[in-house]
């Protein structure tokens, strides 16, 4: 069992910037390859970008390409999503998670979910 912890969300404005970090216990963290996703009200959870378990490797979604960066400590058994340029669209409660499977963009792969962090961007 893995278990994860997010932080870092809240209100901004748009054009601003916000760091989220997720804290993983229970097993080996660089076993496991680490994403970020969010859900917005009334849709269904979406992809926001995945990172291997050395933190070579990333992949992100196209509509945050450029703004997110994803990165993990693993001494610090944390992954981080640094959100810059923020627009409203991308208000959502952000969920990190942990899979074998590596940058995979498909929830589907996650077995391991925190209990996720507001953002809210404001026009």
């Known amino acids: 069992q893995v278990q994860l912890v997010e932080s870092g969300g809240g209100l901004v404005q748009a054009g601003g910037s916000l760091r989220l970090s997720c804290v993983a216990s229970g097993r080996t963290f660089s076993d496991y390859g680490m994403g970020w996703f969010r859900q917005a009200p009334g849709k269904e959870r979406e992809f926001v970008a995945t990172i291997n378990w050395s933190g070579a490797h990333t992949y992100y979604a196209e509509s945050v390409k450029g703004r997110f960066t994803i990165s993990r400590d693993n001494g610090k058994n944390t992954v981080y999503l640094q959100m810059n340029s923020l627009k409203p669209e991308d208000t959502a409660v952000y969920y990190c998670?942990?899979?074998?499977?590596?940058?995979?963009?498909?929830?589907?792969?996650?077995?391991?979910w925190g209990q996720g962090t507001q953002v809210t961007v404001s026009s």
């Open positions: 998670a942990a899979s074998t499977v590596l940058l995979s963009a498909s929830k589907d792969l996650y077995p391991y």
